[in-house]
C-alpha cells in the first residue's frame, strides 16, 4: 500500500473557503507532517507531490484523483482555480506505477472528456462493494457518468454497483459519510447525513449490509482508514461513537489515531482530503 500526498501551498491563506479566519500556512504546514508521518508508519510508501505556491488548495490531494480497484482516474475538479492541480499528480503518478511496475492504469478526465464534466474525489466513497458518487456543487452528473464508464470492468462482478447520491447542505459526499472498513460507515447527524442513509437503502436495499455510525459532532464524520489503523480529526478519538465504530471495523482502540487539521478545515478540507490511499501500489 503507497499513499500519495502533497505539500501546503505558501498561498494557502488564499484557498476557497466558505468563511471564517484564514489558514495560518506555518501551522498548517506542522500539522500536514503529523499526518503524513502517521501515514508514513501504516503504508509501504509515501509519494510526495511538491507542493505550488500558486495553488492555494494543492494539498487537498484526494480531490484530484480517485482510485477504484486497479483504475485511478485524474479528475477535472469542479473548482477552476483547482483544475491545475492534477497535471503535477498526474505526472507523479504516472512515474511511480511505471517505477513500481504497478497493475494500475491511469484514465485522465482531462483528455478524455470536455470541460463541462467535473468530479472532486472528495465526492467517491468506495467500500470495496459499492461506489457512491456525490453530486454536488463540483461533482455534475457528466462527472457521474464518466466515472461510472470508465471503471465499469471494476464493477463488472455481480456484487458491485457504482450509485450517484445528491450530497445536500454540504462540500462533499465525505464531508457526510467516510467509509471505516469491514462494512463500517460514518455519517454525519445532519440533514445531508441522513439523506445518504436514506438513499444507500433506496439504491442497494436495506439488507445493504453496512452499519451506519452516527457522529454526533461533523468533525468526527471525515475518517480515514490506513492499514490497520483509523486517522480522525483531534480529539473525536475520545468519541463513545467512533471507538464503537473502529472497534466494528476491526481497529484497535490504540489505533485510532487523532490528527490536528484546524487550518485545513477553515479552508473546508477534511482528513481524507490530505493523502490519496493507493492499496496496489508497492
Ligand atoms: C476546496 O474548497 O476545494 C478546498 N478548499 C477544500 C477541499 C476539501 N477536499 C475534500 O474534502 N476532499
Redesign the pocket.
Known sequence: MAAVVRGVSAGMAR????GGDAPVYSIAVEQHRKYVDAIAQRVRSVIHVPARDDL??CC?I??TAVAVGKKILLTR???R??REETKDVELTIKSEISRFKSAYSVVSMAEESNEDVTL????VLFTGRHCFVGISS?TNEAGFEFLRKHFASEFAEGAKSIHAIQVKDD??L??LATFAGNDQIAFDDSVGGDHFVQEVERLIGATHGYSMHRMSVHEAT?VLRVGDALLVSKGCELLPEMQKLAEMAGVKRQDIVGVENSE?AK????I???SLILPHLF
Do not use: M, V, Y
Not at 267 to 270: H, L, Q, T, V, Y
Open positions: 484557498a476557497i473557503r466558505r492555494p488548495d487537498f484526494e480531490d475538479p469542479g473548482a482555480s483547482r472532486d474525489g472528495g465526492d463540483r462540500l462533499h465525505k464531508s471525515n485545513f479552508a473546508d478540507g477534511a481524507t482530503c490530505r
